[in-house]
């Protein structure tokens, strides 16, 4: 199957890849990381402490149970996650979910106390090029049109607008 999906005729450059370390802005050490189903426990965890006000297009989920069921897909093999570590604790994830076409669907979640310091532009850089690692070539994602910090977020890591016809944004990078 092939997407109908626009995607830019270059490939975005290099990304780093996992596990590293960054300082962010507000001076903490983040460990960046891949992650796979033993961090089931400690997504659930910070999925559950996670502000209803950042849900953006249904996800996460709110109960219990639906964030289990969520994160069952979501760890699947065929998928790509990453982790922002501080202090032991998970405050970041993001994921590279397969689609039917063989692209991939882009979600990032940072806790509120977390957000703005630069973990999340790291946190989706370090997940690109742990997508460039594993051979992925087309990455795609949604925002919602009104969400301008996301919006320059995904344009500063290199993803370019293709669709704006809906109440989302559809956003494209080439990493390969």
């Not at 962010?24 to 992650?35: C, K, P, S, Y």
């Not at 289990?68 to 093999?77: C, P, Q, S």
């Not at 973990?119 to 992925?136: K, N, S, V």
């Amino acid at each position: 199957m092939t997407s109908n999906r626009t995607y830019p005729d270059e490939a975005a450059g290099t990304f780093p890849r996992p596990p590293r370390t960054i300082t962010d802005r507000d001076g903490r050490e983040i460990d960046l990381r891949a992650a796979d189903r033993d961090d089931r426990e400690t997504l659930l965890s910070m999925y559950e402490a996670f502000d209803p006000a950042d849900r953006a297009q249904g996800i996460p989920p709110v109960k219990e149970y639906a964030i289990e069921n969520w994160l069952e897909t979501v760890l699947e093999a065929e998928n790509l996650n990453a982790i922002a570590w501080h202090d032991g604790d998970a405050v970041g994830h993001t994921m590279l979910v397969a689609d039917r076409e063989g692209e991939h669907e882009l979600a990032i979640f940072v806790l509120s106390e977390y957000q703005g310091a630069g973990i999340g532009t790291e946190l989706i850089a370090t997940l690109l090029g742990h997508g460039q690692r594993e051979g992925l070539e087309k990455v795609w994602l949604t925002v919602e049109r009104w969400n301008k910090a996301a919006i320059a977020l995904y344009q500063k890591v290199g993803f370019e607008i293709c669709d704006t016809e809906s109440f989302e944004i559809e956003m494209t990078i080439r990493l390969d």
